[in-house]
């Protein structure tokens, strides 16, 4: 009675095995976590079945270390997107992500393909800025800042200019993650209608944002008279006024709970600064002074809070480099107002430049940047193995094919190297019938031969292919594993060959 339920169980898991033997992938992934779409562009490729962490999960799909996708050509791409929609899923990740401006395949493809949704061309894009579309629990406290840019005469151009950039990623970094009003100027350049230009209301729209960067560009470069010294006192008293105030009947409102003023400042005469007057401290918010350059005046007196929030740069590259301290003091820690010296508070934490994420939609086959890398499905891949071609003939093969005559017509496979012959029985047969037929059929044969037992993935590849080639209507065939009559939960190769293939011990117990 034990014996044959322990035959049937063998009869259930050979189907489960086998239905899907044209797939010459299906065997790498454990079917519970992920699906096969087959090989596609010469790899297997499979998608998981449930939303996961993109960055760390195809090694856990199966037995064989995944990657995730890379896409190399359009073709790919398509079949890939046509297989997601078959598969009921509606968007994946791929391996592809984003430092900075830096995009790269995580498994090293060099491949420059891509297909970004808003500018499919281009190669390794940089973020596309959005504004945020986190739930409202999620995204950060809301924020009105102010911008100020040194376009003063003897501010170097390239140290204006990479203020204006710095403040045009702070945009787009800062939005993609919650709520945010702008309002930029650049001080130290006069126009015939300066007010308008100079010092804008605060926006909250993304894209008019950017034009407010553009419109400042171009002033400073085409349309601009740049005074000295810099009159530091009535600046202060204007952006009191305008900006730094929460009434509602404000020349500049906000709308934000918080304000932060970022300064930068190149060239300062330490004279017109002892005359400025400081700002009035609001609660929780900041003002942060960039003193850029070794030869401009300590403007630190005018942070709030007091003496905490200057940053001292020497280069554009240094300019370059602020995101993440002036996002962190922004959206750090609340304010304090407790006098201190010059350096920035060790405790702070500094917003990193996350990693992007991307993914697939299956709908239109684009690729979109996810600033969140949230779970989702995730495309995974994988090369099967191509047996290296043997450096030179086969020896044995010339001598005499141990295999193959006309009383046997077994075959051997060199590329599996291991002196072992096969062959596919002509009838279909049950598995207690299988099991002598091998016995019997060929007395002539050297050693007695048994169900075959498959020992390597190389094998069991080789065995699935030579079993389609030569019977391709049918799906499956036996072989020589059953369950140990003795031992139900143990599992044996009939030859006796030890160390039962990994594989089928999965799929068994699932
Ligand atoms: C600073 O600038 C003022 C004009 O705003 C000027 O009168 C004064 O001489 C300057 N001081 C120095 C040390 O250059
Ligand atoms: C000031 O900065 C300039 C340009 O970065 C550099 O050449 C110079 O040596 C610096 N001077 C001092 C005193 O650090
Ligand atoms: C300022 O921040 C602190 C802690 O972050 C918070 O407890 C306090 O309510 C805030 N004050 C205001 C007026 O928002
Ligand atoms: C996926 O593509 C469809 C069709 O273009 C579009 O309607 C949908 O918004 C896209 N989904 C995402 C997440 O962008
Ligand atoms: C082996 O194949 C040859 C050629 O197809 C055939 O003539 C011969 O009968 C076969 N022998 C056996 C034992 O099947
Ligand atoms: C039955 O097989 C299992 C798995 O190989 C093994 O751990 C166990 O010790 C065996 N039981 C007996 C009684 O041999």
Redesign the pocket.
């Known amino acids: 009675m034990k014996y044959l339920f322990s035959l049937l169980v063998i009869f259930y898991s050979y189907l489960f095995l086998f239905i899907a033997s044209d797939d010459p992938c299906s065997g790498f992934i454990y079917p519970a976590t992920a699906k096969s779409f087959g090989l596609i562009g010469g790899k297997c490729i499979f998608v998981s079945t449930s939303t996961l962490n993109p960055l760390s999960t195809c090694g856990h799909l199966g037995n064989t270390p995944f990657t995730t996708l890379s896409i190399d050509s359009n073709a790919d791409n398509t079949l890939i997107s046509k297989a997601l929609v078959a598969a009921g899923v509606q968007n994946a990740a791929i391996g592809y992500t984003g430092k900075g401006d830096i995009w790269k395949w995580d498994n090293g493809d060099p491949t420059t393909y891509s297909n970004w949704k808003d500018n499919p061309n281009q190669v390794h894009t940089t973020p596309t800025p959005l504004r945020s579309t986190l739930p409202p629990a999620n995204q950060r406290k809301s924020v009105a800042i102010v911008f100020a840019v040194d376009a003063t005469l003897t501010s170097a151009n390239a140290f204006t200019f990479a203020q204006l950039d710095l403040i045009s990623e702070l945009v787009d970094y800062m939005s993609a993650r919650g709520p945010t009003e702008f309002a930029i100027f650049a001080y130290g350049c006069t126009k015939q209608d300066p007010f308008t230009i100079q010092y804008p209301y605060f926006e909250s729209d993304y894209l008019k944002v950017q034009k407010m960067i553009e419109d400042l560009k171009n002033t400073i470069l085409n349309d601009c008279i740049r005074v000295n010294?810099?009159?530091f006192p009535s600046m202060f008293n204007v952006q009191e006024n305008l900006y730094y105030n929460r009434y509602t009947n404000s020349p500049r409102p906000f709308n934000s709970g918080y304000i932060s003023m970022v300064y930068f400042s190149s060239t300062t005469?330490?004279?017109?600064i002892g005359q400025a007057r400081l700002l009035y401290p609001l609660s929780n918010s900041s003002v942060i002074t960039v003193n850029v350059g070794n030869r401009s005046a300590d403007v630190s007196s005018f942070t709030i809070p007091y003496r905490q929030n200057n940053i001292k740069v020497n280069s554009v590259e240094d300019i370059q480099n602020l995101l993440p301290t002036i996002d962190s003091i922004i959206y750090g820690s609340g304010s304090s107002s407790s006098s201190q010296n010059f350096v920035l508070n060790s405790n702070r934490v500094l917003a990193t430049t996350d990693t992007i994420c991307s993914f697939m939609n299956a709908s239109d086959g684009f690729w979109y940047e996810d600033f969140e890398c949230a779970k989702r499905n995730v495309l995974c891949q994988y090369f099967l193995p191509t047996p290296e071609p043997p450096p030179r003939e086969n020896p044995r093969k010339d001598v005499v094919d141990l295999c193959d005559s006309e009383y046997t017509n077994y075959t051997m496979f060199d590329i599996l190297d291991n002196d072992r012959c096969y062959k596919l029985s002509v009838q279909k047969k049950t598995f207690a019938d299988s099991e002598t037929t091998c016995i019997t059929d060929d007395t002539l044969f050297l050693h007695t031969s048994k169900l075959a037992s498959i020992l390597t993935r190389d094998e069991q590849i080789q065995l699935d292919s030579f079993a389609v080639n030569q019977q391709p209507e049918e799906g499956m065939f036996w072989f020589g594993l059953k369950q140990d009559p003795k031992n139900t939960s143990n599992w044996i190769y009939i030859n006796g060959d030890p160390n039962v293939l990994h594989t089928w011990q999965m799929i068994k117990n699932g």
């Open positions: 010294p810099l009159d005469n330490a004279t017109n």
